[in-house]
């Protein structure tokens, strides 16, 4: 049995979960732009916000369970996490792929928490997602962390994985499985 979502943070409406849009390019180029946050995902630095524009602007193909999320202060963009679908394999439907940043002064401030919560909550009992799967730096203890209170454990290791501050590094690969699939009523 899966343990129980983590609690939310002491002070909820600090910030508020929302859909990724467009208009959100600037915030993701400030985020994504910062050393903390693209070492740790497989983002280059100096992002450009024509690149996250596009981005963050293509609608969902139709019939897509893919979902991205931030988690906003003040107007502003503080995290990022998605669901996406892991290719157009027939038989991997029952699996996806997710991601997550947090920028730099919100980490360790509940926003991976609450966005991790709310996808797995999107992918248990809306998409019926059966295994969610991750690759997180193995050099990344609090990341780990945070996906084992949800669940996860590790699967795996690849070695010298990214290319990161001109050292190869290596990533663990995690996946959770649905803790109570859905059933026929």
């Known amino acids: 049995m899966a343990p129980a979502a983590p609690s939310l943070p002491a002070d909820p409406d600090r910030f508020t979960l929302r859909r990724a849009r467009a ?11 910062e050393p903390e946050v693209f070492g740790g995902l497989l983002q280059m630095p100096f992002p450009h916000v024509e690149l996250w524009r596009t981005r963050l602007g293509a609608a969902p193909a139709a019939g897509s369970p893919d979902i991205h999320l931030v988690a906003e202060c003040d107007g502003h963009v503080v995290g990022s996490a998605g669901l996406h679908s892991t290719g157009p ?29 709310a996808l797995v909550d999107v992918a248990d009992r809306w998409l019926g997602v059966l295994r969610l799967e991750l690759t ?25 994985f990214a290319l990161r501050d001109g050292v190869y590094v290596d990533a663990l690969t995690m996946a959770r499985l649905h803790p109570s699939p859905p059933r026929p009523a």
Not at 28 to 33: D, K, S, T, Y
Not at 89 to 116: E, I, K, N, P, Y
């Open 89 to 117: 394999a027939l038989r991997r439907r029952h699996a996806m792929s997710l991601g997550l940043g947090v920028a730099r002064d919100w980490q360790g401030q509940g926003v991976g928490t609450r966005l991790m919560a």
């Open 136 to 160: 997180v730096y193995a050099d990344n203890p609090r990341a780990q962390a945070l996906y084992r209170r949800f669940g996860f454990v590790e699967e795996g290791r690849l070695r010298a």
């Open 23 to 33: 208009g959100d390019a600037e915030d993701f180029v400030r985020m994504m732009g």
